[in-house]
């Protein structure tokens, strides 16, 4: 099953994404940021790649935490938001009043939140899994935003989203985001042909470094 439009909103009410959120568990924005928004903020990826500032990403928490290729083969760059540049402080800001709104809209109680620069090198992928650990349930709510302008067909790299009859593919186009439960849906990134540039994030339902409470 390839996705269905109805998950895809642009342009939408908060009240429409948040009706889709809570009946489907997950959601797509398209354009969460203007073009030249996401070319900014692509520049300051590049800048960081350039100071070799990305980390191979590991799985689990604390005692948990491994590398493990075979299952994830990303790169990341946890965003610090006191020493972020420009455009990435305008992404959090936008990151931040989607959260009061869905707080408003969906009864939630999201109190901050944790995000990473990622790079998917050709042939790296993340296999299916579940965001929220097993060792505390503070994240509540996934995002995952994207900056490759010139995705096509065949590129790899997309989202897909494990549904009890079958799957959904999100394909990783510049400007658009999916949001969805941190603690019900499993998803996976496919193989990419392509670097694959995207920021990742969990919302969370008490303040960052009381996650272990
Ligand atoms: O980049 C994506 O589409 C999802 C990434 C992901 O699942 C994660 O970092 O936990
Ligand atoms: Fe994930």
Redesign the pocket.
Known sequence: MTYNGSVIWSDSSIDQIADSLADNDFCVIEDFLAAEDVMRLKAVMNHHREQEAFQKAGIGQLQNFQVDRDI?G?RIKWIDKEEALSPTKMFLEKIESFMRELNRCLFLSLKDYETHF?IYPKGTF?EA?I?QFQSSGARKI?F?F?LNENWKAGDGGE?RIHKNDGYLD?E?IAGRI?IFRSDTVL???MSTEVDRY?I?GWMLDRPVGVTFV
């Open positions: 994830r990303d990622a993340y899994h965001d996934s995952a994207y989202l999100i990783p999916a998803h996976e990134v995207s990742t």
